[in-house]
């Protein structure tokens, strides 16, 4: 079973300050995807990473997939309060279901 | 239409009744899938459908789960003989083709389910 574990569950941190989100599994991906989920709504696709060690970057978010294709990483740098959500770490499966980690819930406190 | 548009948006159910939430996908787009999120965590896979064909149901979590997309466009996941462990946020998602990475998903705002 292909599983995708996230990294930390929960942060709250101050408004500026830096983090880094993981989303890690012992399996292959063909790629990774993150999405960003606000309360109420369903997730929205920030960024699909393909390559082993591709960087992609989004205004203050940084996306990097590991060059064994097994893990990724997500950097925000000085974050807003606009950033809280529930971000979701997904990679396409072997037997192509999009697997979904058990998320990371950022408070960006102003 | 715009978006993915899922109804209702909340349904109380209690305990034993049949519930049927329904997926408006966006016009289009070839491929639907159903997910089941509890509150605070990632959606889980429920079940995929290509147009009219259910390719994938291994998701479902049993025979009182079922799903179907009889004109390869609107999908209705109905519960039978609801459960309190099947309270959860039901998320719908369409693409416009199959493939993952070089189409992506664009979810609905889900059904919320909570069964009293």
């Known amino acids: 079973t292909q599983l995708l574990e996230q990294s930390p569950q929960f942060l709250s941190i101050q408004e500026g300050e830096n983090l880094t989100v993981y989303c890690n599994s012992s399996?292959?991906?063909?790629?990774l995807q993150w999405y960003r989920q606000e309360p109420g709504e369903g997730p929205v696709l920030l960024v699909t990473v393909v390559t082993g060690g591709e960087v992609k970057k989004l205004k203050r978010l940084t996306f990097q997939f590991g060059d064994a294709r097994k893990d990724s990483s997500l950097h925000i740098t000085a974050a807003q309060p606009g950033d809280t959500g529930l971000y979701l770490c997904?990679?396409?499966?072997?037997?192509?279901?999009?697997?979904f980690g058990q998320g990371t819930t950022l408070q960006v406190k102003p | 239409g715009a978006g993915v548009s899922q109804s209702p948006r909340y349904k109380v159910a209690k305990r034993g009744q049949d519930v049927a939430l329904r997926c408006d996908p966006i016009?289009?787009?070839?491929?639907l899938f159903w997910y089941q999120q509890a509150l605070g965590q990632g959606p889980e896979f429920l079940t995929y459908?290509?147009?009219?064909?259910?390719?994938?149901k291994s998701g479902l979590p049993s025979d009182r789960f079922f799903a179907e997309r009889p004109e390869g466009s609107v999908s209705t996941l109905k519960i039978q003989r609801t459960q309190q462990e099947d309270s959860a946020v039901y998320l719908c998602?369409?693409?416009?083709?199959?493939?993952?990475?070089?189409?992506?998903?664009?979810f609905g705002n889900g059904t919320r389910l909570t069964v009293t």
């Open positions: 998602a369409s693409s416009l083709s199959g493939g993952y990475y070089n189409s992506p998903l664009h």
């Open positions: 459908f290509q147009n009219e064909a259910q390719l994938d």
């Open positions: 016009s289009g787009h070839v491929s």
């Open positions: 399996s292959v991906f063909s790629s």
């Open positions: 997904a990679g396409a499966s072997n037997t192509g279901k999009l697997i």
